[in-house]
């Protein structure tokens, strides 16, 4: 089973700063295999981004994530109010899905 | 749009079995190419994935649960639900239902995500 790492655990900053989240895994994934959630309290995940770097339908191109083999990375360019929340990065291998544990990014 | 929402009960015996139910609105189960996932988060703690089925009856299992999951369709009633037997306090959560998008032709599958998800139900394993 493939183990997903993120980090930090907690992300603290302020409106309109720049975030990068990290996301490792234990082996190496195919990039068409990672995508990036978001949650927010009491509300179920929302797909950001899947293929490691493709936006979903209606995300903000604030939003982008890259990488490959066991490191990736989801950049958020301006946080908006909107975007403190929790964010996951899932993988698919060996016919089971892993989630990371999550950063959470909250408002300093 | 496609609308999920699962239903069943919200408070469950130890050693009973969980029975929930997905009702797929907006779409038909059977149309696209799509895998249909049961996804569990206990309070305040990360998503554990369960398993998934494809409207053809083919299905996968979280192997820290497999001995005690089933995860089966009714494409007449545009449903697919789980059941979890054995439960213990462990298996309360939040458990959600989502539909998986895949695209590509054997062998070069592409994952395009979970993008629609249920509101979650609540439950609670406790006599």
Excluded at chain 1, 12 to 23: A, D, I, K, Q
């Amino acid at each position: 089973e493939i183990v997903l790492t993120q980090s930090p655990g907690t992300l603290s900053l302020s409106p309109g700063e720049r975030v990068t989240l990290s996301c490792r895994a234990s082996q190496s994934v195919s990039s068409s295999y990672l995508a990036w959630y978001q949650q927010k309290p009491g509300q179920a995940p929302r797909l950001l981004i899947y293929g490691a770097s493709n936006r979903a339908t209606g995300i903000p191109d604030r939003f982008s994530g890259s990488g490959s083999g066991t490191d990736f990375t989801l950049t958020i360019s301006r946080l908006e109010p909107e975007d403190f929340a929790v964010y996951y990065c899932q993988q698919y291998g060996s016919s089971l899905f892993t989630f990371g544990p999550g950063t959470k990014v909250d408002i300093k | 749009q496609v609308q999920l929402q699962e239903s069943g009960p919200g408070l469950v015996k130890p050693s009973q079995t969980l029975s929930l139910t997905c009702t797929v609105s907006g779409g038909s189960i059977s149309s696209g190419s799509y895998y249909w996932s049961w996804i569990r988060q206990p309070a305040g703690k990360g998503l554990e994935w369960i398993g998934h089925i494809y409207t053809s009856g083919s299905n996968d299992y979280n192997p820290s649960l497999k001995s005690r999951v089933t995860i089966s369709v009714d494409t007449s009633e545009n449903q697919f639900s789980l059941r979890l037997s054995s439960v213990t306090a462990a298996d309360t959560a939040v458990y959600y239902c989502a539909r998986e998008v895949w695209s590509g032709y054997y062998p070069h599958y592409h994952y395009n995500g979970m993008d629609v998800w249920g509101q979650g139900t609540t439950v609670t394993v406790s006599s």
